[in-house]
Antibody
Framework: QVQLVESGGGVVQPGRSLRLSCAAS????????IHWVRQAPGKGLEWVTV????????YYADSVKGRFTISRDNSKNTLYLQMNSLRAEDTAVYYC???????????WGQGTMVTVSS | DVVMTQSPLSLPVTLGQPASISCRSS???????????LNWFQQRPGQSPRRLIY???NRDSGVPDRFSGSGSGTDFTLRISRVEAEDVGVYYC??????????FGQGTKVEIK
């Protein structure tokens, strides 16, 4: 079964850290760039970061640059998001998302909720 | 950054009737390779998003043919030929031409009248 499964969300105080994981199965994980996209409660979708298939390139939204780090371990078919210096405005459901721009391949995880609150 | 603007933001529709959502970008989405990387996503209530359309008009696997995408340059449209109950949700356009960042529209909420 082709799937992405996120984990690691929870409630954290402002200024603290959290690491999200996204486990892939059923497809060639190492062939695809993977994104993190978030959705604040009742709001729209916001792109956060992406990593290329081999981990050589990473790009970040300005809102998280310098605080979040994306990484992947292709031997474990797993994507990570290290989130430091968390703020209230980082509160959201975080989705991992893999797709091809050139073919009908698109897969989303079920999302994991991150709540930043004192 | 490319700004994506959708209209309308709310779309009440009658079952069996057509529906149309517009998406405009702040600059042309034609990439240097000649392709236009404009996607459409559907998010049903309580579910993760899923992509419906890629490169303006290409349907993803399993997407019913009542969904179609069209447009060019800066103006794009998602059409549903006959709305069904399962089409209720929020629809987003997203550009993947000028990155980073990848940018989404605000979303259009489709509901049944």
């Amino acid at each position: 079964q082709v799937q992405l499964v996120e984990s690691g969300g929870g409630v954290v105080q402002p200024g603290r850290s959290l690491r999200l994981s996204c486990a892939a199965s059923g497809f060639s994980f190492s062939s695809y760039g993977i994104h993190w996209v978030r959705q604040a409660p009742g709001k729209g979708l916001e792109w956060v970061t992406v990593i290329t298939h081999d981990g050589s390139k990473k790009y970040y939204a300005d809102s998280v640059k310098g605080r979040f780090t994306i990484s992947r371990d292709n031997s474990k078919n797993t994507l990570y998001l290290q989130m430091n210096s968390l703020r209230a405005e980082d509160t959201a459901v975080y989705y991992c998302w893999g797709s091809s721009s050139e073919s009908p391949f698109d897969i989303w995880g079920q999302g994991t909720m991150v709540t930043v609150s004192s | 950054d490319v700004v994506m603007t959708q209209s309308p933001l709310s779309l009440p529709v009658t079952l069996g009737q057509p529906a149309s959502i517009s998406c405009r970008s702040s600059q042309s989405l034609v990439y240097s390779d000649g392709n236009t990387y404009l996607n459409w996503f559907q998010q049903r209530p309580g579910q993760s998003p899923r992509r419906l359309i890629y490169k303006v008009s290409n349907r993803d696997s399993g997407v019913p043919d009542r969904f179609s995408g069209s447009g060019s340059g800066t103006d794009f449209t998602l059409r549903i030929s006959r709305v069904e109950a399962e089409d209720v949700g929020v629809y987003y356009c997203m550009q993947a031409t000028h990155w980073p960042p990848w940018t989404f529209g605000q979303g259009t909420k489709v509901e049944i009248k």
